[in-house]
């Protein structure tokens, strides 16, 4: 009887556990479409002068 419950515990855990999985990648997915919609899309082309930021190297002094 003892191994009947843990079997049950076990198995409700993997489906939380899952649950919880798929919860998260709803969630991640819908930031993500949240995000996109606000990034504007930058394309350039080669000659095309841009301004490089270093920020490892603005770091040093």
């Known amino acids: 009887q003892l191994q009947v419950h843990i079997d049950l ?3 409700k855990l993997q489906q939380v556990q899952l649950k919880a999985q798929q919860n ?6 819908k930031q ?4 996109d919609k606000h990034v504007k899309k930058i394309s350039f082309n080669i000659g095309d002068k841009v ?4 920020s ?6």
């Open 9 to 11: 515990i076990m198995n």
């Open 24 to 29: 998260i990648e709803i969630a991640q997915q």
């Open 32 to 35: 993500k479409e949240k995000h």
């Open 51 to 54: 301004l490089l930021y270093r």
């Open 56 to 61: 490892a190297q603005a770091k040093i002094h």
